[in-house]
C-alpha cells in the first residue's frame, strides 16, 4: 500500500483514536498490551461479492471491522437479503439489535443493507452516541449490555428482535448476560452474532485460552447442549435438561460466533428407497 504523508497521518491518527476508544473499554488493570491485529489495517477493495461491494462504497460515518467480516455476512444474511423470512413464503422488515455504536458507521451501513422498512436499534453505553446518528437511520439505546433489564426494555419496545449483532465491550460476562438475556427473546429463524471472539483470549476482557466463562468457552458448550438428549441417552449427566432446545446451529469463524434459532424439535429418521439387506443387519449396527 503506498501512502502520501498526509494519508499516513490520517492513517496513524485513526490507528491510534481506535486503540485509544478500545483501551478505555478494557477493565482497569488488566490491559491488553499486545494488540498485534491492529497492525493490519488494510482498506484495499473487498471485493465483488454484494455485501463487500455495499461496504466499499459506504460513505458515511467510519465503520470499524475486520476485513474477512464481509466474507462471514455474505453467508449468514443472504437468507435474509429480502427481509425475514415467514413461514407461508413471504417477508417482513427485519428488526435488529447492533450493541456497539462508536461511530455509527456499522449502523448506517445495515440500514443501507436491510432498507428503509427495517427496524434497526444500536445500543451503547456511552451517552456520546446518543445523537450520532440520523433517527431514520436507527434509533440509538443508551445503556450497558450487561444490565438485563435494560436488555429486555429494549426487546420489549421493538416487539421482538430477528437479529442480533454483539460487538459492544467484548467482556465475557457482558457477553454471557447479553446472550442469556436476549436469546430466548430471539425470533424463531432468527440469528446471533458475537464479533470480535479473539477477545476471550484476553486477559483485559476476561478471556484466557479455555477460561470457563468467555464467549468460545460457552460456544462450545452450547455444542454439547445440542446433543444433551444423546448423553443423556446415554446415561451421562442423566439429570439434565437441553437448556437450549431451540438451538439450531454454532458456527465459529475467526473472532465470530453465529448461532442460529429454530423451533425445538425431537429428532426423528427417515428412510426412503427399498430396503435390500435384513432387518437383523441393521439391529447389530446399533443404531
Ligand atoms: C468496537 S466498538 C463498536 C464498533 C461498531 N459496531 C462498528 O462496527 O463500527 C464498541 C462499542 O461498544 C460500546 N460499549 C462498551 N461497553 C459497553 C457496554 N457494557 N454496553 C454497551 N456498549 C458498550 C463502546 O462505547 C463502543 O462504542
Redesign the pocket.
Known amino acids: 500500500m503506498n501512502l502520501n504523508v498526509s494519508e499516513l497521518h490520517g492513517t496513524l491518527r485513526e490507528r491510534l483514536r481506535l486503540r485509544s476508544r478500545l483501551l478505555k473499554?478494557v477493565p482497569r488493570g488488566e490491559r491488553v498490551t499486545r494488540m498485534t491485529g491492529w497492525a493490519d489495517l488494510d482498506n484495499s477493495p473487498l471485493g465483488e461479492g454484494a455485501i463487500h461491494r455495499a461496504l466499499d462504497n459506504h460513505q458515511g460515518h467510519?465503520?470499524?471491522?475486520w476485513r474477512h467480516y464481509p466474507d462471514v455476512y455474505d453467508e449468514v444474511l443472504a437468507g435474509y437479503r429480502n427481509g425475514f423470512p415467514l413461514p407461508d413464503g413471504g417477508y417482513r422488515p427485519i428488526r435488529l439489535i447492533?450493541?456497539?455504536?462508536?461511530?455509527g458507521?456499522?449502523l448506517e451501513f445495515w440500514r443501507e443493507w436491510f432498507g428503509p422498512d427495517a427496524q434497526i436499534v444500536g445500543?451503547?453505553?456511552?451517552p456520546s452516541?446518543a445523537d450520532l446518528v440520523d433517527p431514520s437511520v436507527a434509533t440509538i439505546r443508551i445503556g450497558?449490555?450487561?444490565d438485563p433489564d435494560f436488555l429486555r426494555s429494549v426487546v420489549d419496545e421493538m416487539g421482538g428482535v430477528d437479529i442480533v449483532i454483539d460487538?459492544?465491550?467484548h467482556v465475557a460476562s457482558?457477553q454471557k448476560v447479553t446472550f442469556d438475556t436476549l436469546w430466548p427473546r430471539l425470533s424463531t429463524n432468527g440469528m446471533f452474532l458475537i464479533e470480535?471472539t479473539h477477545t476471550t483470549y484476553w486477559p483485559g476482557f476476561e478471556g484466557g485460552l479455555r477460561r470457563p466463562g468467555t464467549a468460545i468457552e460457552e460456544a462450545k458448550q452450547l455444542v454439547d447442549d445440542m446433543h444433551a438428549r444423546y448423553y443423556i441417552e446415554a446415561g451421562e449427566d442423566a439429570a439434565s435438561e437441553p437448556r437450549h432446545p431451540d438451538l439450531w446451529s454454532v458456527a465459529f469463524y475467526d473472532s465470530i460466533i453465529v448461532m442460529r434459532k429454530r423451533s425445538a424439535r425431537t429428532p426423528a429418521r427417515i428412510t426412503r428407497g427399498t430396503q435390500v439387506r435384513p432387518a437383523s443387519d441393521w439391529a447389530e449396527e446399533g443404531y
Do not use: R
Open positions: 473499554l467510519l465503520i470499524h471491522k447492533e450493541i456497539g455504536v462508536s461511530e458507521g456499522s445500543i451503547d453505553i456511552d452516541c450497558s449490555q450487561a460487538d459492544g465491550s457482558h470480535d
